[in-house]
């Protein structure tokens, strides 16, 4: 009995059970706990409200027609595409933005490395709602009125109530061009994998660079082609008192996408720099011993060999940036944050509102952890 007692994998069972134990407890009483005080309240549960009319309107929409009449589902799932759009051009703008700032820090150019260096410690010292607050007053409260927009560069606006650009007209070869963009993309990258396994058996690969830029650009332009080669494009024109035609962001989304782009590329910079300075100077070596310049030897030697030092952190910056976008309510841009707030405001469910805002997060905060963690067992080194 003593020798099982003490056997330390029993023990650790035994300790595992009691805890399961503990949090199925805590968990019971709070269920029952809030499922009595809403009966006392007589506050309905579930999510049947789901299917009710919303009522309100919605003023930034992404990917879907909506309007007051729609049910709340709709309005949520507005929200998530809304809070989807903004987290994925964060994430590649601040990617590249935060490589290049990182390359800057470790630069030659004193000049250049200073500045990036304050651009570092400024930025990454400053809350983040602060900043959206600075970008927010910049564009609506500093930027001109329609009438008088700045045009930087030729159907360019910038004015308080969005940026205005032009984006080719509507025509239905674009459908087909984008389809065809995925499947060379999808090609481009069975394509890599196939050269990667030749040359470790073989020795030997193909132009991997151009025949994957042809599988890429190739498709589209044949559809472009066949299509009819629409050129005509939608440029922003003054209509009354603001722009009609075109595209634009809004006050709202750029400064949301500005603020976190430029804050998490504070971090990214120096996830990039503390990657590359864990490459031995001797890989710098060699590369010049093969006649490589500094530019080539760290774009062909250096930066492939620290993206194993790199991606790791880099997947918590991500999903730093997607959890930072519900910051969005403080400067009226409609994510899903936001838009569960209105929600629960008009239907007084405020349980099952903050569970959709958990259960979406998560999810897409798995979804990235999942690809970040595939890319990274990709390029991890494997003994053979």
Same mark, same amino acid.
């Given at each position: 009995?003593?020798?099982?007692?003490?056997?330390?994998? !029993?023990?650790?069972?035994?300790?595992?059970?009691?805890? &399961?134990?503990?949090?199925?407890?805590?968990?019971?009483?709070?269920?029952?706990?809030? !499922?009595?005080?809403?009966?006392?309240?007589?506050?309905?549960?579930?999510?049947?409200? @789901?299917?009710?009319?919303?009522?309100? #309107?919605?003023?930034?929409?992404?990917?879907? #027609?909506?309007?007051?009449?729609?049910?709340?589902?709709?309005?949520?799932?507005?929200?998530? $595409?809304?809070?989807?759009?903004?987290?994925?051009?964060?994430?590649?703008? $601040?990617?590249? /933005?935060?490589? /290049?700032?990182? @390359?800057?820090?470790?630069?030659?150019?004193?000049?250049?490395?200073?500045?990036?260096?304050?651009?570092?410690?400024?930025?990454?010292?400053?809350?983040?709602?602060?900043?959206?607050?600075?970008?927010?007053?910049?564009?609506?409260?500093? %930027?001109? @009125?329609?009438?008088?927009? !700045?045009?930087?560069?030729?159907?360019?606006?910038?004015?308080?109530?969005?940026?205005?650009?032009?984006?080719?007209?509507?025509?239905?070869?674009?459908?087909?061009?984008?389809?065809?963009?995925?499947?060379?993309?999808?090609?481009?990258?069975?394509?890599?994998?196939?050269?990667?396994?030749?040359?470790?058996?073989?020795?030997?690969?193909?132009?991997?660079?151009?025949?994957?830029?042809? /599988?890429?650009?190739?498709?589209?332009? &044949?559809?472009?082609?066949?299509?009819?080669?629409?050129?005509?494009?939608?440029?922003?024109?003054?209509?009354?008192?603001?722009?009609?035609?075109?595209?634009?962001?809004?006050?709202?989304?750029?400064?949301?996408?500005?603020?976190?782009?430029?804050?998490?590329?504070?971090?990214?910079?120096?996830?990039?720099?503390?990657?590359?300075?864990?490459?031995?100077?001797?890989?710098?070596?060699?590369?010049?011993? %093969?006649? &490589?310049?500094?530019?080539?030897?760290?774009? %062909?030697?250096?930066?492939?060999?620290?993206?194993?030092?790199?991606?790791?952190?880099?997947?918590?910056?991500? @999903?730093? &940036?997607?959890?930072?976008?519900?910051?969005?309510?403080?400067?009226?841009?409609?994510?899903?944050?936001?838009?569960?707030?209105?929600?629960?405001?008009?239907?007084?469910?405020?349980?099952?509102?903050?569970?959709?805002?958990?259960?979406?997060? !998560?999810?897409? #905060?798995?979804?990235?952890?999942?690809?970040?963690?595939?890319?990274?067992?990709?390029?991890? /080194?494997?003994?053979?």
């Amino acid at each position: 009995m003593k020798a099982s007692v003490g056997n330390p994998r !029993l023990r650790a069972l035994v300790y595992q059970a009691a805890a &399961l134990a503990v949090a199925l407890i805590v968990a019971g009483y709070l269920v029952s706990n809030t !499922l009595a005080n809403l009966a006392e309240r007589s506050i309905a549960t579930g999510f049947g409200f @789901l299917g009710r009319e919303a009522g309100f #309107s919605i003023g930034e929409t992404t990917f879907m #027609s909506y309007s007051a009449a729609d049910t709340y589902l709709k309005a949520l799932a507005v929200g998530v $595409a809304n809070t989807f759009r903004v987290a994925l051009i964060g994430i590649v703008a $601040a990617t590249v /933005l935060g490589t /290049l700032i990182g @390359l800057a820090r470790l630069s030659r150019n004193w000049l250049l490395a200073k500045l990036a260096g304050g651009y570092v410690e400024f930025i990454r010292n400053v809350p983040l709602l602060v900043q959206l607050f600075f970008w927010y007053v910049l564009i609506t409260e500093n %930027l001109p @009125l329609p009438r008088a927009a !700045l045009e930087p560069l030729p159907g360019v606006y910038l004015t308080n109530r969005g940026i205005f650009f032009p984006v080719p007209a509507a025509h239905p070869a674009h459908v087909w061009m984008f389809a065809a963009l995925i499947a060379g993309i999808v090609a481009a990258f069975l394509f890599t994998r196939w050269a990667a396994r030749r040359r470790a058996l073989a020795g030997s690969r193909p132009p991997v660079l151009e025949i994957v830029l042809a /599988l890429v650009l190739v498709p589209p332009a &044949l559809v472009y082609l066949a299509g009819g080669t629409p050129t005509e494009i939608d440029f922003p024109r003054l209509s009354g008192f603001n722009f009609a035609g075109g595209t634009a962001f809004t006050p709202e989304f750029a400064a949301l996408a500005g603020g976190l782009v430029v804050y998490t590329a504070a971090f990214i910079a120096e996830i990039v720099r503390a990657g590359i300075l864990a490459i031995p100077y001797g890989q710098f070596e060699a590369a010049y011993a %093969l006649g &490589l310049r500094r530019r080539l030897a760290m774009r %062909l030697v250096v930066l492939p060999q620290a993206l194993r030092v790199i991606v790791p952190p880099l997947t918590s910056q991500y @999903l730093n &940036l997607t959890k930072n976008s519900s910051l969005a309510v403080a400067i009226g841009y409609p994510d899903l944050v936001s838009i569960a707030n209105t929600t629960m405001n008009q239907t007084g469910q405020a349980v099952e509102g903050i569970a959709i805002i958990m259960a979406v997060y !998560l999810a897409i #905060s798995l979804s990235i952890s999942a690809f970040m963690n595939w890319y990274n067992a990709r390029m991890a /080194l494997k003994e053979r």
